[in-house]
């Protein structure tokens, strides 16, 4: 089946400019989550939606950053005012969860966000 | 709170000898630990997961609860092992919700 989806690959934009990246999560996986990979960074996480419950934010860097996820599906990470520092590849990741327990998380291919 | 430590950024071994990837957790409760791999241009994938008790492409990954540590080894590294490698945490935080956490990464080359 189709597996996590994110829009665009890449994504050059100038400094200050906002951009939005998207995340198509696999269907019916009810938690989903963003990361930001920088080189030689590791994988930072940013935000964490589950459901209907309130997202977790705590990773998110600035207020710059804010994220939605539309009907528990589609979500989307939007950077204001962007800054060279916000370069990076942000992975988009989903995962289903039940009462019973949590499964594997399956990640997208990433954006490539490069800010001049 | 939950905490994944990768505590080697990079690790260079040669080939055919053997590799472990260190990984130390800290998690009030049950834990449920993963390794994840990164290839050169590729997704991030899971690699396997405690409770599967498997072994795959070689790998394999203990828990030790005393320990608190989750180490990825492999009797004999191959030139394809060469990637970037998380390991990471599932940790129980009440009503339906999954934290999921993960250490910085180890990039492990092997030397041909």
């Known amino acids: 089946?189709?597996?996590v989806s994110q829009s665009p690959s890449n994504k050059v934009t100038e400094k200050g400019k906002d951009v939005e990246l998207r995340c198509d999560p696999i269907s019916g996986h009810t938690a989903l989550y963003w990361y930001?990979?920088?080189l030689g960074q590791g994988l930072e996480f940013?935000?964490?939606f589950q459901g209907n419950s309130a997202p977790d934010k705590s990773g998110l860097p600035s207020d710059r950053f804010s994220a939605e996820r539309t009907g528990g599906s589609v979500s989307t990470l939007t950077i204001q005012r962007t800054q060279q520092e916000d370069s990076a590849v942000?992975?988009?990741a989903s995962r289903l969860t039940t009462t019973s327990g949590a499964y594997e998380q399956y990640f997208g291919p990433g954006t490539r966000l490069t800010v001049t | 709170a939950q905490?994944?430590?990768?505590p080697e950024k990079l690790l260079s071994v040669f080939k055919g000898a053997p590799v472990e990837l260190k990984c130390n957790y800290s998690y009030s409760g049950s834990p449920e630990l993963f390794w994840y791999v990164q290839y050169s241009r590729q997704r991030l994938q899971l690699l396997l997961?405690?409770?599967?008790?498997?072994s795959i492409k070689g790998f394999t990954a203990d828990l030790n609860k005393g320990e608190t540590s989750f180490h990825l080894k492999k009797p004999?590294?191959?030139?394809?092992?060469?990637?970037m490698y998380y390991c990471a945490l599932s940790g129980y935080s009440g009503a339906g919700s999954y934290q999921l956490t993960f250490?910085?990464?180890?990039?492990?080359?092997v030397i041909p």
């Open chain 1, 1 to 3: 089946g189709a597996g």
């Open chain 1, 36 to 38: 930001r990979q920088s």
């Open chain 1, 46 to 48: 940013l935000i964490y």
């Open chain 1, 90 to 92: 942000y992975l988009c």
């Open chain 2, 3 to 6: 905490r994944v430590t990768q």
């Open chain 2, 49 to 54: 997961r405690h409770i599967s008790r498997e």
């Open chain 2, 76 to 83: 004999f590294a191959q030139e394809e092992d060469s990637a």
């Open chain 2, 103 to 109: 250490g910085k990464g180890t990039k492990l080359s």
